[in-house]
């Protein structure tokens, strides 16, 4: 910010300003996929449970040792 020009600084503060007004008009004007009518009522409530499955399913994953390769080489006569 130091390098830049006051007219610079000035056009960053619009740009933020106008999409943080954008931001709030579209959350002002539009609801949640949970709270919205097109979406099946069974989707919205088990969806939450589908994605805590899949992170668990994927902590699981990472944690556990899924396989082991043992590699054993013989050079000149010795293991």
């Known amino acids: 910010l130091k390098s830049l020009s006051f007219d610079d600084i000035n056009k960053i503060f619009v740009e ?3 999409a943080k007004e954008k931001e709030c008009e579209l959350n002002r004007c539009t609801n949640s996929l949970f709270y919205s009518n ?3 009522l069974f989707v919205r409530l ?4 589908v994605i805590v499955g899949n992170i668990g399913l994927f902590i699981s994953g ?5 396989a082991t390769v ?4 013989q050079i000149a006569g010795e293991e």
């Open 16 to 18: 933020q300003t106008r």
């Open 38 to 40: 097109e979406i099946p």
């Open 46 to 49: 088990l969806m939450p449970f």
């Open 62 to 66: 990472h944690l556990n040792i899924g």
């Open 70 to 73: 043992n590699v054993f080489m």
